[in-house]
């Protein structure tokens, strides 16, 4: 595992093509394969954007490096920064983390400073690994360690793991790959999001609050997509609702439809129900502007 120093200008980049650009090629160790480099904003940047404490919301999964001879693939994606790099690096993908600063952790060295990449001791990996957010990423994870959407809940709290949905939502908004169809009229979907999000509202119903744990003993809920992932909808937090079974069926058989701007579900029939539980659509991140 390595940290990687990044601005904000470049970040984007970064995380769509799965790209970074060093000025010497990392030995002792070399990089490997499926190692993560984790994405980390510029102390004066994160200082500036009040993110001295979530300095880091991705990681890149390293595939492999190769020389940009001429400068031409530095410009071509990093236009605005002036400069080429002789070396990029190629991830096989992005991962969201739950945003954490390596400064926060009590780690063994000070990762501080300008060398990029830092390559990081092992016993402090350990350490930074729960915050790697496998689950949300659009790739398995290597080494099987799967934990339920509701331990993400417990150990990190509401707040941080709906952070990391948004940044599982800004890859997706970025890569903007179109769902793969697996059947007919199947599209695939991260059940973990899904999972997630009704772990972060206790599975109650967004629109009635309707909980079904002290009555039936079992948390129950379910994850709508406003707009169909097969009419073109993206499967990210800002087109999901978290619904009770019965306005889950009502709104699909009445074909209900959400009104973004006062956060509430119009019926055909004049019936208006605003979202009791609205939290992550009001407080989703400009990229997530769905319209
Ligand atoms: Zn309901």
Redesign the pocket.
């Known amino acids: 595992m390595r940290r990687l120093n990044v601005r904000p200008a470049q970040i984007d980049e970064c995380i769509q093509k799965s790209m970074f650009a060093f000025s010497f090629k990392p030995q002792n160790p070399e990089l490997q394969p499926g190692e993560l480099l984790l994405l980390q904003l510029v102390k004066t940047e994160a200082v500036r954007l009040g993110k001295l404490h979530s300095r880091i919301d991705f990681a890149l999964v390293f595939d492999h490096i190769e020389p940009d001879h001429d400068g031409a693939i530095s410009r071509l994606h990093w236009p605005k920064e002036n400069r080429v790099w002789p070396w990029i690096v190629y991830g096989s993908a992005t991962v969201p983390t739950i945003p954490f600063s390596l400064e926060d952790l009590g780690l063994s060295v000070d990762y501080d400073g300008q060398t990029n990449p830092r390559y990081i001791e092992p016993r402090d990996e350990q350490l930074i690994r729960p915050y790697i957010q496998w689950t949300l990423a659009e790739v398995p994870e290597p080494a099987l360690q799967l934990v339920s959407a509701s331990e993400v809940v417990q150990t990190f709290g509401q707040k941080r793991t709906l952070a990391a949905i948004y940044n599982h939502d800004r890859i997706a908004v970025l890569h903007k790959v179109p769902k793969r169809m697996v059947t007919i009229e199947q599209f695939t979907r991260n059940q973990f999001l899904a999972d997630n999000l009704k772990s972060y509202y206790g599975n109650r119903?967004?629109?009635?609050?309707?909980d079904f744990l002290p009555d039936y003993g079992v948390a129950f809920s379910e994850a709508h997509h406003i707009q169909y992932l097969a009419q073109g909808g993206l499967d990210v937090s800002g087109n999901i609702a978290v619904?009770?079974p019965?306005?889950h069926r009502i709104i699909h058989s009445t074909n209900a439809q959400f009104n973004r701007k006062t956060l509430t579900y119009e019926y055909p029939n004049g019936l208006r129900e605003q979202l009791l539980h609205p939290d992550h659509f009001v407080n989703a991140p400009p990229f997530l502007a769905l319209g």
């Open positions: 119903c967004q629109v009635c609050g309707k619904l009770c019965n306005h």
